[in-house]
């Protein structure tokens, strides 16, 4: 079992950056994988990216050049760059950590941090 917790959220104008942070627990160096999800108002939960233990990188095409996804085991955080935000950025993003297969599967969850952005 891993607690998470997620943080630097806020209120970022479009064309902005925010960087958030998920502070896990434990040690997440055993962890398969580490992904962030969004839920924004009314749409289902989507992955975002996730990150392996190897290095290995997968964004959402919506997000693709725009975000970044880095782990550092040695802080046990797991980071999010997320530049050039727009208003369809807008949503509650969720730390994860899971497993990586060929498809990832989302495990333990935090608790969630507010994106806002204004247009």
């Known amino acids: 079992q891993v607690q998470l917790v997620e943080s630097g959220g806020g209120l970022v104008q479009a064309g902005g950056s925010l960087r958030l942070s998920c502070a896990a627990s434990?040690?997440?160096?055993?962890?398969?994988?580490m992904g962030w999800y969004r839920q924004a108002p009314g749409k289902q939960r989507e992955l975002v990216a996730f990150?392996?233990?190897?290095?290995?990188?997968n964004y959402a095409d919506s997000v693709k050049g725009r975000f970044t996804i880095s782990r550092d085991n040695a802080a046990n955080t797991v980071y999010l760059q997320m530049n050039g935000l727009n208003s369809e950025d807008t949503a509650v993003y969720y730390c994860?950590?899971?497993?990586?297969?060929?498809?990832?599967?989302?495990?333990?969850w935090g608790q969630g941090t507010q994106v806002t952005v204004s247009s």
């Open positions: 990150i392996t233990n190897g290095g290995r990188r």
């Open positions: 994860n950590a899971g497993y990586y297969d060929g498809s990832y599967y989302p495990h333990h």
């Open positions: 434990r040690s997440i160096f055993g962890i398969n994988a």
